[in-house]
């Protein structure tokens, strides 16, 4: 079975320049996530979908920061603009069913972003 | 707020040298527990869930267990491949986040 793809797998871009990371979850999962990973803070959600619909946003840190779900198959992440402070790892991952009792999340291999 | 802290920062072993890493939590109402491994430039990798108090899972040289307020994992006589940052979240009751701990990087020596 296929995992969760991410693409790209690495992007340096200017500063002020959008960035568009995407998504695509495993086949069936119907919960998807974003999360960023830096060496001062580790992992955090950004945010998550359940059936597509966006549902905890809370940790997407500014305006600059948006994403769609459009469908069951596929979501972006995109910046714009783009700060050199947004360089991290950016993880997509998913999950069946909607998290209830302790359900597992599946990562992608995530998008490593430098902004210059 | 569900928090999650783990430690040491880093260890580093001899192979065959046993040792633990903690991981521990306050959570409202603890879904599960979760344990994964992350190699350089990789994704998480999911290890084992844990719901409740006492509860134990093992897979090769790893064993995890669980009490209330913190979850262990055990290493028995580590290989250089079993080197990895091993990270360790939390789901709570208080929504569907999972919280992450900023993980242990371990580094077994031949």
């Known amino acids: 079975d296929a995992g969760v793809i991410q693409s790209p797998r690495h992007e340096v871009t200017e500063m002020g320049q959008e960035v568009t990371l995407r998504c695509k979850p495993i086949?069936?999962?119907?919960?998807l996530f974003w999360y960023r990973q830096t060496m001062m803070r580790g992992l955090e959600l950004l945010i998550y979908?359940?059936?597509?619909?966006?549902?905890?946003d809370s940790g997407m840190p500014e305006d600059r920061f948006s994403a769609k779900m459009p469908n069951a198959s596929f979501s972006t992440l995109k910046i714009q603009p783009s700060e050199p402070r947004d360089s991290a790892v950016y993880f997509c991952?998913?999950?069946?069913?909607?998290?209830?009792?302790?359900?597992?999340?599946?990562f992608g291999e995530g998008s490593w972003l430098t902004v210059v | 707020e569900d928090q999650v802290t783990q430690s040491p920062e880093a260890l580093r072993l001899q192979e065959g040298e046993s040792s633990s890493l903690n991981c521990s939590y306050t959570?409202?109402?603890?879904?599960?527990l979760f344990w994964y491994r992350q190699d350089p430039g990789k994704g998480p990798e999911f290890l084992f869930t844990?719901?409740?108090a006492g509860e134990e899972k093992e897979k090769e040289r790893l064993k995890a267990t669980l009490t209330k307020k913190e979850s262990f994992l055990h290493i028995t006589a580590p290989k250089p491949e079993d080197s990895a940052t091993y990270l360790c979240?939390?789901?709570?009751?208080?929504?569907?986040?999972?919280?992450f701990g900023t993980g242990t990087s371990l580094t077994v020596i031949p």
């Open positions: 991952a998913s999950s069946f069913p909607p998290l209830g009792a302790g359900n597992t999340i599946y």
């Open positions: 086949s069936g999962h119907n919960s």
């Open positions: 979908f359940n059936n597509n619909v966006p549902i905890d």
């Open positions: 959570v409202s109402g603890l879904r599960g």
């Open positions: 844990l719901y409740s």
């Open positions: 979240a939390v789901q709570g009751n208080t929504g569907n986040q999972f919280y």
